[in-house]
């Protein structure tokens, strides 16, 4: 498969609720599961998948994925996951080999935050009776880990970052997209982060310590965007929970990991008809499974699907990658005439790119040559020629035409 995933989401979290029953339903990849915490100790990578509904019917033609797969006239593009292991109270201060852990998130570009919605694991991840733990609480101690944590890489070199941005021998924001360097921070976000907290760039060393954390959260916020899968949903005190959460300033998904497990895997043996996010699936060898398998099959299709639309496991990915990431789908052809590359592939590939990437830039993405020898585009919709500053559409095709590919 060609380059296409272009971020990596980090699925985070106290022990204990369902992170990687969550990894293990999104890619397939193996990954122990327990109902007790520490579980996962070195984290899982493993590649996902974006769902989008496909073009190719509406462009009435027959496509020929590369890079992706399209399945029931939805295209899936591989994006890739890091599992990590639990974090408890204290862990930017080592707790639980806390810090270790914490840097599993460091090439995160956003992350899925899997909450127990249930209220059944205490802080720690341990076993209670659900409805007993409150999972607003998971949701701000998350918070503080990780700005926590990320003060603690900044606090060292700060003062004589703020000193020398004060006497203007360096640019401030160079200094610290040096310094966090190692945590995929961009000096634009930096520069957001700074502005956004209203504190004046010019007088860093007069930052009070409320004002540096206040800079670090928010910075935090910008730089490693979070959503919340609220997980367990099927446990009765779930429901409640996860209209609690909903009033935080989150998206919050209700999300069954457990049955997304179970639906990819009985779809994966062709036991059942079921694409990742569907909101039904269809029972297609019914002589291959137990009574007890189909029961269970049924539960989710009447307690998840028909109740939430769906298992959340998908919804949280595509949310992840289109409203904290604001990515869309592009799908770059050779030839205008077929939709295809110069191979006679149709719709071969579909690219996530950033809102706001310009035809260019798309040129650019797919290979520097492409970019430096880029003239301009054909938006394949309404045939219209459009310019290398024209800002990409979701679910746009457009062919690339190049001084190369003239000559
Ligand atoms: N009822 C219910 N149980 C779930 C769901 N998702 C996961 N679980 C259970 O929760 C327990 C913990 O699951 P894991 O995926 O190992 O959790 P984790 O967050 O990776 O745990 P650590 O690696 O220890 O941090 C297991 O018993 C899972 O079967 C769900 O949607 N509903
Ligand atoms: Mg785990």
Redesign the pocket.
């Given at each position: 498969m060609q380059k296409s995933y272009s971020r990596l989401l980090g699925i985070v979290?106290k022990?204990?609720?369902?992170?990687?029953?969550f990894f293990s339903a999104a890619t397939l990849a193996p990954a122990e599961?327990?109902?007790y915490?520490?579980?996962?100790i070195k984290p899982n990578r493993g590649v996902g998948y974006v769902r989008t509904p496909c073009v190719h019917e509406e462009f009435n033609v027959k496509d020929t994925p590369v890079n992706s797969i399209c399945l029931n006239g939805v295209r899936l593009i591989p994006v890739e996951f890091i599992d990590c292991?639990?974090l408890v109270p204290g862990a930017w201060q080592g707790r639980g080999l806390g810090n270790q852990f914490l840097d599993e998130i460091r090439k995160a570009d956003a992350l899925i935050h899997?909450v127990d919605a249930s209220g059944g694991t205490d802080s720690e991840?341990r076993l209670c009776k659900p409805g007993e733990h409150d999972p607003i609480e998971d949701v701000k101690f998350l918070e503080r880990e990780i700005t926590m944590w990320m003060a603690n890489i900044l606090k060292r070199d700060w003062p004589k970052i703020a000193r020398t941005a004060e006497s203007e021998t360096k640019d401030l924001y160079l200094m610290l997209e040096e310094r966090l360097s190692g945590l995929a921070i961009k000096r634009s976000q930096i520069f957001e982060a700074i502005r956004k907290a209203g504190l004046n760039a010019e007088k860093p060393t007069q930052w009070s310590e409320e004002e540096f954390l206040k800079f670090v959260d928010t910075l935090r916020q910008i730089a490693k965007p979070m959503l919340i899968a609220a997980?367990?949903i099927?446990?009765p005190k779930a429901e409640e929970n996860f209209e609690r959460l909903k009033k935080l300033n989150y998206i919050v998904v209700p999300?069954?990991?457990?049955?997304e497990l179970a639906l990819r895997r009985a779809a994966e043996k062709q036991l059942i008809d079921y694409v990742p996010g569907d909101c039904n699936f269809k029972i297609t060898h019914p002589e291959k499974l137990t009574e007890s398998q189909i029961k269970a099959l049924e539960t989710i299709r009447e307690k998840i699907l028909l109740k939430y639309g769906s298992t959340g496991v998908q919804e949280s990915i595509n949310m992840a990658y289109s409203k904290l990431l604001n990515m869309i789908t592009v799908y770059p052809v050779e030839d205008l005439e077929h939709l295809s590359d110069h191979n006679g592939r149709v719709l071969p590939d579909a690219y996530l790119v950033p809102y706001g990437t310009t035809a260019r830039q798309l040129a650019y993405i797919i290979h520097t040559e492409l970019g430096e020898s880029f003239i301009y585009a054909v938006e394949a919709r309404e045939r219209k020629r459009v310019g290398e500053d024209y800002i990409l559409k979701d679910r746009d095709v457009l062919s690339i035409v190049s001084a190369k590919k003239r000559a």
């Open positions: 979290g022990p204990n609720t369902g992170k990687s029953t599961i327990a109902n915490p520490f579980t996962t292991a639990g899997i991840g997980n367990k099927d446990i999300c069954c990991a457990e049955a």
